[in-house]
């Protein structure tokens, strides 16, 4: 069974830092493009940022821009995002996803056929 698994989500203060992390099971994503999505309470699910199979191109949402860093260790078949300076609006659910033919990096959901359950990030005022 493929599965992705989240961690890494919690409640931080505004201009704090977190790191999500990604764990891949049941298949490997050495080969894969894989990113992060969020949802926040009542809007629609958005991109957040994407990386190449092998880290050379990595794509992020405007939003993210500056602030957040995705990263993989393709040995241990994980994925991370890490978000510094954070603000209430990025609170969210934030997913980790993979693909299972596609290996750059893509901003269309639509490339990725794996996604994780989510985790909860929560950014105080």
């Known amino acids: 069974q493929v599965q992705l698994v989240e961690s890494g989500g919690g409640l931080v203060q505004a201009g704090g830092s977190l790191r999500l992390t990604c764990a891949g099971s049941g298949r490997t994503f050495s080969g894969s493009a894989m990113g992060w999505f969020r949802r926040a309470p009542g809007k629609e699910r958005e991109f957040v940022a994407a990386?190449?199979?092998?880290?050379?191109?990595?794509k992020y949402a405007d939003s993210a821009k500056g602030r957040f860093t995705i990263s993989r260790d393709s040995a241990k078949n994980m994925v991370y995002l890490q978000m510094n300076s954070l603000k209430p609006e990025d609170t969210a659910v934030y997913y980790c996803t993979a693909s299972g033919m596609l290996s750059g990096a893509y901003i269309s959901a639509t490339a990725y056929n794996y996604w994780g359950q989510g985790t909860q990030v929560t950014v105080s005022s």
């Open positions: 990386i190449s199979w092998n880290g050379a191109d990595m």
